[in-house]
């Protein structure tokens, strides 16, 4: 059991330590599932209330409702405050991970070629494989069965989970985060076509760069050009089962929700957000800050930042018009059914 104490969490520049008490906590909980050991996060009155019915001794409370819940936490030990709940997860519930993690090992079974270059403090699990020229920068960890392939590179504190796959001269930057089962460098989807409808390969002789503090989630593919690069650029996070095609750009801090996909030579600017289900056809451009609802199909460039959503993609406000207007289809149908035959406009 992970036990942190206060002293742990004083560190955080993003909390204001309201009292000092020497306190061990044993977890971080909900509040109606919290015990004495818990450490709780709480934005509402009716979270302190259910904490404290549970005797919690540890808050991370929000500036905005701290006036109004001091009085209820005068006789709790150790209260801190936050103007951001979230971002002070970010930095305590990485204490209290209990994920394991070999550290700065590798393991016997593991297959290295010789000419590979390992860094200092580099974790390597049971039976991946480093194969020839590959860089691995320090302090990483490569999960179980993962592959590098030939001249890879990977930059330091990067995180590659059980079952990755790297493809040959693809680089991944410092502090990314890759989960299992997905496939860096794949094979783009080229082909000619000849007059008889036989498909003949385009051989994809590119790479893919990805930026560095990347986060990919299970059962991503980001594919390798068919020339030169598909680049992912710095602090873009995606979810699970994301598709990204080859020679596709994707500008700096993209936030793309599960089952994103975006077609070949598509190039995105920065601070793009999806939810869920967006596709983007190939051979576009999309322009900074902008955001997409979940299951937009986007079918054109973009060059306004703003909301889009729908099929084809539209402002958000114009799709929102047109979703509100499907009920009355029907309606609008009959009622026009009946002005033709009124008409005798009919077939």
């Known amino acids: 059991m992970s036990q942190v104490h206060t002293s742990q969490i004083n560190s955080l520049s993003l909390l204001n330590n309201q009292k000092t008490s020497e306190m061990t906590f044993t977890e971080v909980s909900p509040p109606e599932n919290a015990q004495a050991g818990s450490l709780v996060f709480v934005s509402t009155l009716r979270m302190v209330e259910d904490a404290l019915k549970n005797g919690v001794m540890g808050f991370v409370v929000a500036e905005k409702i701290y006036d109004q819940a001091k009085e209820l936490l005068s006789e709790t ?16 519930l990485p204490l209290f991970d209990r994920k394991p993690r070999s550290q700065g090992k590798i393991h016997p079974s593991a297959l290295i070629d010789p000419t590979a270059r390992i860094g200092k403090n580099v974790s390597i699990d049971e039976y991946a494989v480093v194969k020839e020229n590959v860089v691995i920068a320090d302090n990483c960890w490569i999960g179980a069965h993962t592959v590098i392939e030939v001249s890879a590179s990977v930059g330091s504190h990067s995180i590659l989970a059980p079952h990755v796959v790297i493809g040959s001269f693809c680089e991944i930057g410092n502090s990314c985060r890759i989960s299992s089962h997905t496939t860096i460098g794949a094979d783009g989807f080229g082909y000619y076509t ?13 790479k893919v ?14 594919d390798r050009a068919t020339l030169l690069e598909t680049r992912i650029k710095a602090g873009s996070k995606f979810d699970n089962y994301c598709h990204i095609a080859h020679n596709v750009v994707i500008g700096e801090n993209a936030l793309a929700a599960a089952g994103f996909m975006v077609s070949g030579s598509t190039i995105i600017g ?9 596709h983007i056809v190939g051979h576009i451009n999309i322009t900074d800050n902008v955001v ?14 703003g909301v889009y959503g729908g099929f084809p993609h539209l402002p958000h406000k114009e799709n929102l018009k047109v979703l509100s207007s499907l009920a009355s289809l029907p309606k609008l149908r009959r009622q026009v059914a009946r002005l033709l035959k009124h008409l005798n406009l009919e077939d």
């Open 77 to 92: 030990p150790c209260v801190w405050t936050t103007k951001h709940i979230n971002g002070s997860m970010v930095e305590i």
């Open 194 to 206: 000849d007059h008889q409808n036989t498909h003949h390969k385009i051989a994809q002789i590119g």
């Open 209 to 222: 760069i990805i930026e560095d503090s990347c986060e990919f989630g299970t059962h991503c593919s980001v």
């Open 270 to 278: 920065k601070n793009l957000v999806t939810g869920g289900g967006v």
């Open 292 to 305: 997409f609802a979940g299951n937009a199909g986007v079918t054109s460039s973009i060059d306004t930042p």
